[in-house]
C-alpha cells in the first residue's frame, strides 16, 4: 500500500514543468524527491501537491493539505500507540446541521 503525501516544490527541472523537485518536513528530517508534473501541469513554486510514487496528482490548497496533515498525524500516532480520536479528525467530530436546523 502507498500514501500519496503533500510536498512543496521548490524547484523545476526543465522549461516545461514536467518534472519539478519537491520536498517536506518530516520531524527532523527533511525528505526531497523528484516529481513528475505532467498529470497536473506545470505549478508556481512553493505550491503544495499531493504526490504518489514520484507522480504529482492533485495541487492542494491550504484547507485540503490541514485535513491530509491531520490524518497522517492521526495514522503516525496511532502507530505509536497514542492515539486519541479527539485530537484528530476535527472536521468529522463537528455536528453537521440536522434537517430540523437547517429549516
Given at each position: 500500500?502507498?500514501?500519496?503525501?503533500?510536498?512543496q516544490l521548490v524547484a523545476l527541472e526543465d522549461e516545461n514543468?514536467?518534472?519539478?523537485i519537491a520536498e517536506r518536513r518530516q520531524?527532523?528530517?527533511?525528505r526531497r524527491e523528484r516529481v513528475n508534473m505532467m498529470l497536473i501541469g506545470r505549478q508556481p513554486l512553493g505550491s503544495w501537491i499531493l504526490?504518489?510514487?514520484g507522480l504529482a496528482r492533485?495541487?492542494?490548497?491550504?484547507?485540503q493539505r490541514a485535513l491530509i496533515e491531520d490524518?497522517?498525524?492521526a495514522v503516525g500516532?496511532?502507530?505509536?500507540?497514542?492515539y486519541d480520536?479527539?485530537?484528530?479528525?476535527?472536521?468529522?467530530n463537528t455536528p453537521r446541521p440536522t434537517r430540523s436546523t437547517l429549516q
Open positions: 500500500m502507498c500514501l500519496s503525501i503533500p510536498l514543468g514536467d518534472f519539478a520531524g527532523n528530517a527533511l504526490a504518489s510514487l492533485e495541487v492542494l490548497d491550504d484547507h490524518a497522517l498525524a500516532a496511532s502507530l505509536a500507540g497514542d480520536p479527539s485530537a484528530h479528525f476535527s472536521d468529522l
